[in-house]
T-cell receptor
Framework: GQNIDQPTEMTATEGAIVQINCTYQ??????LFWYQQHAGEAPTFLSYNVLDGLEEKGRFSSFLSRSKGYSYLLLKELQMKDSASYLC??????????WGAGTKLIIKP | GAVVSQHPSWVICKSGTSVKIECRSLDFQATTMFWYRQFPKQSLMLMATSNEGSKATYEQGVEKDKFLINHASLTLSTLTVTSAHPEDSSFYIC???????????FGQGTRLTVV
């Protein structure tokens, strides 16, 4: 079957760095997405990786290793507004998105 | 980038009534749209895939007679929750697949509360 695993919840301090991991097992692979979702709102796109390596975009970076079925989202210089759920999703061989359950990130002052 | 408009953003209805949710792709023609449901503190659950001009494909466990999907044009898909019950209260979100595999855009979501 298809499966996406990510931690349920993480806590970090304002100004610090946090890494959210995602492991996946899917039938085919056409890229991995990271989305941010604040409570009561729709997800917003953060990043897309289809090749191995690190993609940096401002304070957020995303890494992919296809051979390991592994990705992480790295958030630097954490701000209180970064408190949200972070969703990992993999596009399978049919370009269907398989979603992880999301990681709730709590930022403390 | 593409813009997806979902309406209404929230709705309260009485048990037994029907509610229609619209999802519009404003910037490009979308042959495929996806409908998700999300309960509090849970991830997105795919309900159905909406294909323009044909019947929607429903995920296992989703009642097609209860959740009616119409995708009559390349820019509009609608989800109608029929005979709503309190357990249908949830956050419903549409997603539009862009013309490339890297593009996936969400509507703003609809918070449905059935009383």
């Amino acid at each position: 079957g298809q499966n996406i695993d990510q931690p349920t919840e993480m806590t970090a301090t304002e100004g610090a760095i946090v890494q959210i991991n995602c492991t996946y097992q899917t039938s085919g692979f056409n890229g991995l997405f990271w989305y941010q979702q604040h409570a009561g709102e729709a997800p917003t796109f953060l990043s897309y990786n289809v090749l191995d390596g690190l993609e940096e975009k401002g304070r957020f970076s995303s890494f992919l290793s296809r051979s390991k079925g592994y990705s992480y989202l790295l958030l630097k210089e954490l701000q209180m507004k970064d408190s949200a759920s972070y969703l990992c999703a993999v596009s399978d061989s049919n370009y269907q998105l398989i979603w992880g359950a999301g990681t709730k990130l709590i930022i403390k002052p | 980038g593409a813009v997806v408009s979902q309406h209404p953003s929230w709705v309260i209805c009485k048990s037994g009534t029907s509610v229609k949710i619209e999802c519009r792709s404003l910037d490009f023609q979308a042959t495929t749209m996806f409908w998700y449901r999300q309960f509090p503190k849970q991830s997105l659950m795919l309900m159905a895939t909406s294909n323009e001009g044909s019947k929607a494909t429903y995920e296992q466990g989703v009642e097609k007679d209860k959740f009616l999907i119409n995708h009559a044009s390349l820019t509009l898909s609608t989800l109608t929750v029929t005979s709503a019950h309190p357990e249908d209260s949830s956050f419903y979100i549409c997603r539009v697949q862009g013309q490339g595999a890297t593009e996936a855009f969400f509507g703003q979501g609809t918070r449905l509360t059935v009383v």
